[in-house]
């Protein structure tokens, strides 16, 4: 804010301003350099997979039966503050991690904290902390945070340490937090690689209970231009449940 004083000063001479002017410009400065400052701080903090993904770089026009209506809808803080979850699938190099790093960007421009983890990372994070007795802090932390991105859903079967640590952050973020997951499997292909029935529906059931669903096709997007074919099929996301399973009747 003296910086800014200063370079008022220097212009009353040839501009005269209102003192009221001056308080405002030292205020908007102040409070646009904080606000730059706390943003760069979060997306530290969300160790985002690639930093550089915002809403606004996002290729609508790339053949991957991405609804630019419905994702865009995301820009705004509702589906975060009424604690959505968001599932992506696809094929490999259709660009979903780069959308779920740009909802975490985004997320993190709204003053929301978010942390990202590839699925493989998260647990071996988790195994450490257990071994090194601070697995209570790291939990608290990935229950706590607003939007949590968990990239690379499979194809590897879990462990029963691995089901049980995801019931557990699923359990304790179901209808309190939101959670990105994207995936190159289908979602109905998510029951097998949790490979326990019961922790299976449980798990599933409080993921997909009111998600927001994308499943993109088409050609990975790392291809040339001349290698892209335009032959994916159409889709539109959907909003609901998500499982054929049925749903437990005290999640309905």
Known sequence: MADVFAELAAQTARSPQDPAQWVAHMVAREKSIRD???LQ???RAARLREPEATMDKVD???ERTLDRGAFEALRGTD???????????GPCGVGKSF???ALGHEACKLDKSVMYFRMPQLFAELASAKQGGTYDRLFSKIKRTDVLILDDWGPDLMTPAQRRD???IVDARYERKSTVIT????IEKWYDIIADPTLADAILDRLVHQAYRFDLAGVSMRKAPAEVKNDAPSAKPSFGRLLSRPAHPANR
């Open 99 to 101: 959308l779920a790093c």
């Open 36 to 38: 730059a400052k706390r």
């Open 60 to 62: 609508f026009t790339a």
């Open 166 to 168: 995801l019931m557990e």
């Open 79 to 89: 589906w975060i503050e009424t604690h959505r979850t968001v599932l992506m699938s």
């Open 183 to 186: 995936s190159q499997l289908p």
């Open 41 to 43: 701080s979060r997306l």
